[in-house]
């Protein structure tokens, strides 16, 4: 089993209850040792704080959510996503987060070409990895489960994403997440092939039946995804950092106190990871 | 654009307003050459019924949905998801189709192992396989979107089908469904591997934002697959069969009469197909 101290628990997975300043107070006090941010919750409560908070609270972040979604139906869209991306950069850096989690982005509008999609992702990470490199924050590529091609990341597969490294370079890797590669009959062999490239390691479960595309994630140990199984690839591979859980449960783990959360998310990250 | 002449409907299309013989007299009618069909509605009008129907119809039939569904708890559920798969490879061959569509089943009830469940497919195939070659029945392995590895498929990559075609001989083909697989950014290359072993052709397409994880396919054109670029990799191949139209759609087209749902599968086959 895993080491406990090892839990991070990404902030999406108690949106419904916690503002940042919240989740960070209520996830320490439970004896948690990580988070991972949302920027839509960091904006809320301004960098500076959130700084100073994550500093106070010794929490480590396993990652800043999101940057990515480079592709745009024009020059103009397609820059202003790389500019939001050097702006995740540079948050990221002030938190000290372990990564950058990059979701990178699906079709642009009305088009069909998912190739021409795949070739503006290689594009916009190229352009953003200068600028990760010189603030020393490490890339995530994300791949995501195939179901989110069209729209929101046509990056589906971790040997897609390792592509991306091999191509692009250093100060890129992955976030492995079992939600999106559990299925992948290629996945023991990836996870290998990643080594040092994995920068994250998400979980949470798939069940059955998933009652929406996005929004029914499980708690692990509900779903049926061997998750001690991908956990200890990814360990093999020399991966000793924070293991991330991450929830989006709008019917379900959403509308449970935030605390009984916390406290399922610790029994069962004892229990099944 | 693809020959008018090579479209088939898939009787689930109109699985709410038609019996078999409903739709057998309806396809017919407005002039449509193949269908494709299903199990339970054969049962409902009995074989020799169908096959008589099927007869004075001259209708194609593109496949017999489905085998498949090996996977099973222990060896007495395994071997009745075998024997009624040799009554499909019979029926198949009464009705004169072009193929058995196999679903090839997920994890069994309790399981989350993921790659038994593959062997337990695999073993399945081998175990039907001489009984459809005596019947001079291709069988088609038809890969499914890695959203139904759980429950349904766990056969979910071209590459994966190609590889137990490869393992397991003559006799054993594919299906490929744009549905399925579109999003695979090894589909070029996986198509022109399959050759002569495609068996079946099956469109329709992916709705964005996409409501049911099962049940809202949507009509060519609605979505977001370039459809014709994948037909054109499968003619490459040399096949030349009947393309499939097949569209599972609660909410709407099954809620549609029965003569404009066909009449729409016709306009869109030749506009987007």
């Not at 320490?28 to 609270?57: F, H, N, P, T």
């Not at 745009?72 to 869209?77: I, M, N, R």
């Not at 449960?249 to 229990?271: H, L, M």
Request: charged share 25%.
């Amino acid at each position: 089993m895993a080491d406990p101290a090892r839990l991070s628990i990404n902030q999406a997975t108690t949106r419904e209850q916690h503002s940042l300043a919240q989740a960070i107070a209520a996830y320490s006090q439970a004896g948690v040792r990580g988070i991972s941010i949302w920027r839509d919750k960091l904006a809320d409560c301004g960098l500076d704080e959130a700084v100073r908070m994550i500093g106070d609270s010794g929490l480590g972040v396993s990652g800043l959510c999101r940057g990515g979604m480079f592709p745009g139906a024009d020059t103009a869209s397609r820059q202003a996503n790389i500019d939001d991306n050097l702006v995740a950069i540079d948050e990221a850096a002030a938190l000290g987060a372990d990564c950058v989690v990059l979701v990178c982005g699906g079709l642009p509008d009305g088009s069909k070409d998912l190739a021409g999609a795949r070739e503006m992702i290689r594009d916009g990470l190229g352009a953003i990895l200068p600028h990760a490199r010189d603030a020393g924050v490490p890339l995530a590529i994300e791949p995501l489960h195939p179901m989110y091609a069209a729209d929101r990341c046509a990056i589906n597969t971790l040997g897609q994403a390792l592509d991306l490294c091999d191509q692009l370079g250093e100060g890129l890797g992955v976030a492995v997440d079992v939600y999106h590669l559990w299925w992948d009959p290629d996945l023991e062999a990836q996870i290998r092939r990643a080594g040092e490239r994995t920068l994250a390691f998400h979980v949470c479960d798939w069940l059955v039946p998933t009652t929406d595309l996005l929004l029914d994630r499980g708690m692990m140990g509900d779903g049926v995804i061997d998750i001690r199984q991908i956990r200890d690839w990814v360990d093999r591979t020399g991966y000793d950092g924070l293991i991330e859980v991450e929830i989006f449960s709008a019917e379900n783990w959403w509308k449970r106190p935030g605390d009984e959360v916390i406290r399922t998310c610790q029994e069962r990250f004892e229990e099944t990871v």
